[in-house]
């Protein structure tokens, strides 16, 4: 499902990095998130260490209220 919905992010990350993915944004759609794709460019970011986990917060928190509930 999130492989087919986001390709080009998946594109980025090794075999690891893509089963981390799906968990965070699987667990993420059980508790009512429904990912953008800029989220989940944020979070490949982060898996890859091209931001850290403070940038990540400060993105997800200027993107509004429900990216923020998400995160």
């Known amino acids: 499902m999130w492989t087919q919905r986001f390709p080009e992010h ?13 968990q965070t944004l699987a667990d993420g759609y059980l508790e ?3 990912p ?5 460019a944020n979070l ?3 898996e890859l260490g091209v931001i ?5 917060m400060r993105r997800t ?6 990216a923020a509930a998400a995160g």
């Not at 850290?52 to 990540?56: F, P």
């Open 44 to 46: 490949v970011d982060v």
């Open 32 to 34: 009512g998130w429904e």
């Open 36 to 40: 953008t794709s800029q989220e989940v």
């Open 61 to 66: 928190l200027s993107a509004g209220p429900d």
């Open 10 to 22: 998946f594109a980025r990350l090794d075999d690891e990095g893509r089963f981390a993915l799906t």
């Open 52 to 56: 850290d986990r403070a940038e990540y």
